[in-house]
């Protein structure tokens, strides 16, 4: 947010930058759990609290902030963040059945919502180019009476792959 009203790309690439300070937390935090053979409901729903901020919320906001603010752009901002909480939700509830007995799921259905670090980088790559705001990467298209902006079917692909139950992804 400091970004929307310093216009510093400094900002930007910091914000970024957290995506995947997030993701190595989010590693340590299983990793940590598995190890010391002590896991809750409770440090379940707050690591999907902590991930849909991290790679929900935190990626739409960039984007608003790089310029998505068509209001398409919004229903596209909103149903990736709905995507994630859906994704999270999804696999909270099917996690032991896919497990199998095991300490952790065979396969994830869906993409990892983790794989919203890829939007963040392509978004710290355009400010790099110099393409944010109206200089957003494939402009601007009118529709009905609103704006929209081609950069933002991103969100609405990674949203809809989080949500696919037919794609299956192995865990390694």
């Not at 990467?137 to 079917?153: A, D, I, R």
Request: charged share 15%; with cysteine; net charge positive.
């Amino acid at each position: 947010m400091l970004y929307m009203g310093s216009r510093s790309t400094a900002h930007f690439y910091a914000a970024a930058a957290f995506t995947p300070i997030a993701l190595i937390f989010d590693w340590l935090d299983g990793r940590v759990a598995r190890w010391r053979r002590k896991h809750s409901a409770l440090g379940r729903e707050l690591d999907s609290l902590a991930d849909i901020i991290s790679f929900g919320i935190a990626p739409a906001a960039l984007g608003f902030a790089a310029g998505l603010r068509g209001e398409w752009d919004w229903l596209g901002l909103m149903y990736f963040v709905c995507c994630g909480v859906s994704r999270l939700a999804r696999y909270n509830v099917t996690a032991e059945g896919l497990s199998e007995g095991g300490d952790k799921v065979a396969y994830f259905e869906g993409t990892p919502i983790p794989t919203t670090m890829l939007l963040t980088g392509v978004l710290a790559f355009a400010a790099w180019q110099d393409k944010l705001g109206a200089n957003l990467y494939w402009g601007v298209w009118t529709v009905g009476s609103w704006e929209l902006h081609p950069l933002s079917f991103l969100f609405v692909l990674s949203g809809s792959l989080m949500i696919s139950k037919t794609l299956r992804i192995p865990k390694v």
